[in-house]
């Protein structure tokens, strides 16, 4: 029998993007009570489910689906949409070490990749990148929904940051100020040393210009 | 737009702005400050918003959409059965209600309906005569209410009422 710690073991990770992300153990308690509760909501358990789901649902909407379907009614369906595939195939999935989370995060995206299928506005995420990364983080795992949710919502982040250093930086600038901060027009306007109609136009420039970089084609 | 043109004291735009980018940055505008339904600019910088800052969902609505998908393990399982009993009970009174003959009209309301006012001619509605120039808004609207009062009155006879 494996001796359990009495808390969770802290290990370094290598830099990838955004902050030092250190991984977090599960402890091992931990994944047994998500274990016996797996097992009770597979026959058919549904106070087993619902627990489950209040963890895991509001990591689901805030890490997966709101960043990369960009908008809150849609990802609240598509939240509906993974939770309704969970109810009908839960009794066939099987018990992973690594935790439950990695089949639901699995679930919420390829949910989310049916829903870009369906839209016609551009996104800054597409289908292709949503593929990718399902398959990409399948090593994001464990019970801690703080260390789940700073992983899951990197990658997003990522991609957005590493678009705007591509772009003019007055554009870059603009954007960070205006659409990620939400400042005010003219509080922005000024600290572009722009009037505030300039600054319009300014803008919608650089909403272009970082499409085209989210795209992948030249700027 | 008059406000817009290059002003020398700060970095100029350039190239200068298309009448299509001035439109498009307009429209840009309105929507980020709610003043507009949001355009494709508007909507992606949105997303762009969600990507890198998304907000926590909604508890209430969370749970709405739990109950929704997961129902909550109902009162069924305990009360079920003293629910069918009760619906049982409800099943079985209206049948042996439903049987019995029907009661018989009161002799009241008939008595009532004879009494229902018939339809009379102008000078009858009053007692006093109508002046016989002028006034006949007042005549007309006088005759209006007279036989309103008239229907009224049958209607509550018809309906048993006193």
Sequence with gaps: ?????PFPMVL????????MLPRVEPRATDLEAERRLVAQAKDGDHKALRVLLEKYGPILFRAVLLPRLGDEARARDALADTYAKVVVTIARYEWHPAGIWPWLRTIAFHVAIDQLRARKRETPFDVDDLTREA????DVAGTDVAYL???ESRRAKEKIHEALERINPRYAQAIRLRVLEERP????AEALGATPATFDVILHRAMAALRKALRGDDV | MSEHPKDPMVEPLEPDPTPEELAAAEALREALEGRAPDDADAEYARALRHA???KPMDAVAHRRILDRVVPRP???????????LAAAAAVALFVSTSREPPRPQPVAIVAKSASLQRSRPTSDLFVAPFPQTGETSKRVDAIVAARA????GNQFAKWGVR
Aim: glycine share 10%; charged share 30%.
């Design chain 1, 1 to 5: 029998m494996e001796a359990t710690l």
């Design chain 2, 52 to 54: 890198v800052a998304p």
């Design chain 2, 149 to 152: 009062r008239d229907l009224r």
């Design chain 1, 149 to 151: 949710e700073a992983q």
């Design chain 1, 12 to 19: 370094p990770q290598p830099f990838f993007g955004v902050g």
């Design chain 2, 74 to 84: 109902s009162a069924m399982r305990v009360f079920g059965p003293f629910l069918g």
């Design chain 1, 185 to 188: 027009r003219e509080e922005v």
């Design chain 1, 135 to 138: 398959d990409e983080q399948r």
